[in-house]
């Protein structure tokens, strides 16, 4: 029997997964509980980044390069193959959605994203909670 050692996960790591989770609430609170995708509810949401998170690292927590789609209905098929009829949908959906030129666009914006730093991330992080908490007030006084 092997036994796998358990790499310990750095504090840059424990943050951005914090961030990560935080931003998927930000966005769910500002768009909807839904895939933006194909417009319905599905039981497994999560962030779609558009452009890779770690070919484009910078592009990470922005708003722009995500968007909320269901995991088993859009997410898992543009990622496992590309050439399934559902993940053209997605491709076409999201040109619908973010314009002809989204990757254009977004890669110019990242040209102009600071290096994400460990000082960095700690502010961001902070401006997200600060951020979260006023959009949620605001959800609940509707």
Not at 38 to 50: V, Y
Not at 99 to 127: H, V
Request: proline residues 3%; charged residues 30%; contains cysteine.
């Amino acid at each position: 029997m092997k036994f796998y050692r358990i790499k310990p996960q750095s504090d840059v790591g424990k943050l951005k997964k914090k961030m990560d989770t935080l931003l998927f609430r930000i966005l769910v609170l500002k768009r909807d509980k839904k895939c933006e995708i194909h417009n319905i509810e599905c039981s497994n949401l999560g962030p779609m980044h558009l452009l890779s998170k770690q070919t484009n690292p910078r592009l990470r927590y922005c708003e722009e390069n995500i968007i909320i789609a269901g995991w088993y209905c859009s997410h898992y098929y543009t990622h496992q193959n590309s050439e399934d009829e559902r993940a053209i949908y997605a491709k076409k959906r999201i040109e619908e959605i973010r314009g002809k030129d989204y990757r254009t666009n977004l890669l110019i914006y990242e040209r102009m994203c600071p290096t994400l730093s460990i000082t960095m991330l700690n502010m961001m992080y902070a401006g997200m909670k600060q951020k979260y908490e006023e959009l949620k007030k605001e959800k609940e006084s509707v």
